[in-house]
């Protein structure tokens, strides 16, 4: 790349007024890729826009509400990058992009209505606004959506669309139900990861690689290379629910704490509880006592947030984030393959 090529695709990145993600930034220096992947993010929003409309105006305020409050599209630019890696960005590669946010957009009304949360991405959740009746009815009107797009492209898509679907499921009734019986609790915290965020993720790698008609071999590395940082990004994000301003992530802090649901650093500590660490039973006391008033998460938030605990759950982020650069090691050398590298080491690198 030479320099005088690299300020054209930073211009055309600025007159899209889109910040990438953290990770990606090394995207807007390749004066071919760069322009490439501007462009196609700039067109998925417009069809967001387009997909996600409805006659009815009550489901159509309803479904545009989490969309209009932003998000990072991670997953549809990590369709764009695995389309990049061995192939080409095309139209269907543009609508498999939109398909997965707005499969990823239906499961947070979802979400929100079994975590009863009251923000999600600084704004009022559906649930708060609507009621959790109408809030999960448009989580499901989204979803429709995303399959009719979907069944547009092929029995394979489809058949994509429909595993991570039963996938997304799987991981909220695992985390719901509990581990079963005599079942390790890391285990069983991993298989709810691995459903709820791991299998979305993936989806985003193998649509757009196969869309691109990349090879099955790069299919499925970058499938995998999905599944793993999408576990990865999901163990971040429970690390910095209690290590970082709920501001800055524009989700309430500590919601997991206070219903009670397990994530890496709690079911660390219970082991460390189970030792005898006085330390970590001093928390468990702070967790387990009535965290129904802000001040009383917020010191538990603090406690849990400040204990040793939390460097043992960022050594286990790490290791997942290295088993996900793996899995493309031997994929040839690109800026798209180099994004995918970079955004891996973001995902615990980063503020929410």
């Known amino acids: 790349m030479s320099e ?42 417009e069809r967001l826009a387009e997909a996600i409309a409805q006659t009815d105006h009550l489901a159509d305020v309803a479904s545009r509400h989490l969309l209009l409050a932003g998000g990072k599209r991670v997953r549809p630019l990590l369709t764009l990058l695995a389309a990049a890696v061995d192939g080409e960005i095309n139209d269907d590669v543009i609508e498999a992009a939109v398909i997965v946010e707005l499969t990823h957009l239906a499961t947070l009304y979802h979400d929100d209505v079994m975590d009863d949360a009251p923000k999600r991405r600084g ?22 959506r995303a399959s009719l797009l979907v069944s547009a492209l092929g029995t394979r898509p489809m058949r994509i669309q429909a ?44 649509y757009g690689s196969l869309l691109s ?7 499925q590395k970058v499938a995998a290379y ?63 006592a009535d965290l129904s008033s802000d001040e009383a998460l917020a010191e538990a938030v603090a406690a849990l947030g400040s204990h040793e605990v939390i460097d043992r759950a960022w050594q286990i982020t790490y290791d997942w984030v290295d088993k996900a650069i793996e899995a493309i090691a031997d994929l040839p050398e690109s800026t798209a393959k180099a994004a995918l590298i970079s955004f891996a080491h973001a995902v615990v690198h980063r503020e929410g």
């Open 226 to 288: 999905g599944e793993l940082v999408g576990v990865a990004f999901q163990l971040a994000d429970d690390v910095i629910d209690v290590t970082s301003e709920g501001a800055k992530s524009g989700k309430t802090q500590g919601t997991d704490l206070r219903e009670g649901v397990p994530t890496l650093p709690t079911i660390l500590l219970d082991r460390m509880v189970a030792e005898g660490d006085e330390s970590a039973i001093a928390v468990r006391a702070k967790l387990d």
């Open 123 to 144: 704004v009022d959740t559906a649930q708060m606004i609507w009621g959790n009746s109408v809030a999960i009815l448009t989580g499901d009107l989204i979803f429709s």
């Open 4 to 45: 005088t090529n690299a300020p054209e695709a930073q211009d055309f990145l600025g007159e899209l007024d889109f910040k990438l993600p953290a990770g990606f930034e090394l995207i807007a220096a390749d004066p071919k890729l760069g322009p490439q992947i501007l462009s196609a993010l700039a067109r998925i929003e």
């Open 213 to 219: 008609g990349a090879s099955e071999e790069v299919i």
């Open 163 to 206: 595993q991570t679907f039963e996938r997304l499921v799987l991981g909220q009734l695992y985390e719901t139900t509990g581990p079963r019986e005599g079942q390790n609790i890391l285990d069983h915290y991993i298989a709810v990861l691995e459903g709820k965020t791991g299998s979305l993720i993936a989806a985003s790698g193998e």
